[in-house]
């Protein structure tokens, strides 16, 4: 069984930076396309950002291009997300996910695990 878990969230002010982590477990890491969703209160699941089974390619959605960072690491079974200049409209509960069967997307419904979420606040 895959199982995602998310790590690295917290209570920050504005500007500051966070590294947010997902270990994979249960399956073979290299084989997913991985990619981190958002969901604030009281509004819809967010693409956030996609990188592809080797790294080479990455996807940013437009509230994360230029502040945050995708990774991977097929070695550890890891993906992380570095976001740096935090403001308080990135509050929201961060999820990792992952895609077994697609070669790229940033269609949440295209993912075939989640993680339980991480709270990232950041007050003003």
């Known amino acids: 069984q895959v199982q995602l878990v998310e790590s690295g969230g917290g209570l920050v002010q504005a500007g500051d930076s966070l590294r947010l982590s997902c270990a994979v477990s249960g399956g073979t890491f290299s084989r997913y396309v991985m990619g981190w969703f958002r969901q604030a209160p009281g509004k819809e699941r967010e693409f956030v950002a996609v990188?592809?089974?080797?790294?080479?390619?990455?996807l940013y959605g437009d509230s994360a291009k230029g502040r945050f960072t995708i990774s991977r690491d097929n070695a550890e079974n890891t993906v992380n997300l570095q976001v740096n200049s935090l403001k308080p409209e990135d509050t929201a509960v961060y999820y990792c996910?992952?895609?077994?069967?697609?070669?790229?997307?940033?269609?949440?419904?295209?993912?075939?695990?989640w993680g339980q979420g991480t709270q990232v606040t950041v007050s003003s």
């Open positions: 990188i592809s089974r080797s790294g080479s390619i990455i």
């Open positions: 996910a992952a895609d077994e069967r697609h070669t790229l997307t940033k269609t949440g419904t295209d993912f075939d695990y």
